[in-house]
C-alpha cells in the first residue's frame, strides 16, 4: 500500500533520554505567518519566535507544542499578525517524524543525507496541525535536517516517506550547534 500524503509537521519522535522540557517564546503581534502545531521555530534578532522556512541562515531553535494568545488563553495554533506565546520543543536531543513532499520517490539511501524543510501550505486552521513537510527535492543538497532513518510504518521505495530526522544546526541556550 502507498504512503499516505497526509503532512503534520514536525512531529516529536524520540529524544535519545533527555527529558523533553519545553520551553517558551513570545511571537510578535507583526508576524506575519501563523505558527500550527509541529511548524519549525525560528528565533528572530528581537528575541522573539516566528515558523521557519527553508534555507541555511534561519536560526532554528525547535518545534512548536503548545499556543497562548496575549491574555493567556491556549490556542490550537497562532494566526498570523497575533501577538502570544509559543511552546516548542527544542532541537537538543530530540528527533522528529516528518513527511517527505511531492511526488519524488525517496529510498533508503536518503539516511544520512542533509534535506530542507518546505511549507507548502499554513496549518490547518481547525487543528491547528502544521502541514511543513521535508523538501524530498532538496535531499543531498539541503542543510537543515539529517535523515536518520524512517518511521516503521512508513516504505522506502515510494513518495510521502515519513522519515526520522534531527536538526542538522540549530539555536540553543549555548549558542549555534551543528550535527
Not at 533527555?18 to 511571537?27: E, G, I, K, M
Not at 534561519?58 to 501577538?83: C, K
Not at 542533509?114 to 511549507?119: E, K, N
Amino acid at each position: 500500500m502507498a504512503n499516505p500524503n497526509f503532512p503534520r509537521g514536525f512531529q516529536l519522535y524520540s529524544n535519545d533520554g533527555v527529558r523533553c522540557v519545553l520551553n517558551s517564546l513570545p511571537v510578535d503581534g507583526a508576524n506575519p505567518t501563523s505558527i500550527g502545531i509541529g511548524d519549525d521555530i525560528i528565533l528572530l534578532t528581537d528575541g522573539t519566535a516566528a515558523r521557519g522556512n527553508a534555507g541555511a541562515s534561519v536560526e532554528q531553535i525547535g518545534v512548536a507544542q503548545g499556543f497562548t494568545d496575549s491574555t493567556g488563553s491556549f490556542l490550537s495554533s497562532i494566526p498570523a499578525n497575533t501577538a502570544g506565546t509559543v511552546f516548542y520543543a527544542s532541537f537538543f536531543g530530540n528527533k522528529f517524524l516528518v513527511q517527505t513532499s511531492g511526488a519524488t520517490v525517496v529510498n533508503s539511501d536518503a539516511v544520512g543525507k542533509l534535506a530542507d524543510l518546505v511549507v507548502t501550505a499554513d496549518a490547518n486552521p481547525i487543528t491547528g496541525v502544521s502541514q511543513m513537510e521535508l523538501d524530498s527535492a532538496s535531499i543531498g543538497t539541503g542543510t537543515q535536517f539529517r535523515i536518520l532513518g524512517k518511521d516503521p510504518l512508513s516504505n522506502w521505495g515510494e513518495a510521502n516517506v515519513r522519515v526520522v530526522v534531527a536538526a542538522s544546526t540549530y539555536v540553543d541556550n549555548v549558542g549555534t550547534i551543528s550535527i
